[in-house]
């Protein structure tokens, strides 16, 4: 199956700064996602990130907030910007590798913002 | 859309005995259904999935899941749980999201299995 290195793996920030998550995979993927998974809670796309191309934001969801880059087949980044709060959670991206492993995910990065 | 539900948010064990936890799904078509484990301060692991074939499907650490379909569930099983066990369970089905497939997941059930 896929192996995903997310980074950083947590971090504290000042609200109303900018925090940028990377992920790199070790093989090319079309798709990658990215899920925010609140304190106690499930978790809900971000986005879904191809390359070449624009993100495309679920409903709740804006580039503004949460820009994403996405410049090769095994590199994506989210921006959380202009943190609140509200934004303290887990933060995961995810592939599909087409393989027997189901979608792959990223060991997340946990946001807490003071 | 897609959705899974698990209506247990909690489930007690003692280490040895029978796990079951609890997944419905309501979907229009056949099912793509996953389920992940997170243990504290990890990310999701993949369990097992279900697509077509054998209603009965095994996946890792000795973790199965019975697909029914006259009840719509994909309640996962492990015949004797360990205390190794104890994390949050999530089951999830392939949905369609704004730029394709996606996983919605539902709300988790902690499992605790005491020694």
């Known amino acids: 199956s896929a192996v995903i290195s997310q980074k950083p793996s947590r971090d504290i920030c000042q609200r109303g700064t900018s925090l940028t998550i990377q992920c790199q995979v070790d093989s090319q993927v079309t798709m990658m996602f990215w899920y925010r998974q609140q304190p106690g809670q499930s978790l809900t796309l971000i986005a879904t990130?191809?390359?070449?191309?624009?993100?495309?934001?679920e409903s709740g969801f804006v580039i503004d907030k949460f820009p994403i880059s996405r410049p090769n087949l095994t590199f994506s980044t989210l921006t959380v910007s202009n943190m609140s709060p509200e934004d303290s959670s887990i933060y995961l991206c995810s592939v599909d590798p087409q393989s027997n492993y189901g979608y792959t995910f990223g060991s997340g990065t946990r946001l807490t913002v003071v | 859309a897609q959705s899974v539900a698990q209506p247990e948010d909690q489930v007690n064990v003692a280490e040895g005995n029978p796990l079951t936890v609890k997944c419905t799904y309501s979907v229009s078509g056949n099912p793509y259904l996953f389920w992940y484990v997170q243990y504290p301060n990890r990310g999701l692991q993949f369990l097992l999935k279900y697509i077509t074939g054998d209603n009965l499907v095994k996946g890792s650490y000795g973790f199965e899941a019975e697909f029914n379909k006259s009840q719509t569930s994909f309640h996962l099983k492990k015949p004797s749980a360990l205390v190794s066990d104890s994390a949050l369970y999530f089951c999830a089905v392939r949905d369609r999201g704004a730029a394709g497939n996606k996983l919605t997941f539902g709300g988790g059930t902690r499992v605790l299995v005491k020694p």
């Open positions: 990130a191809n390359q070449g191309s624009e993100a495309t934001y």
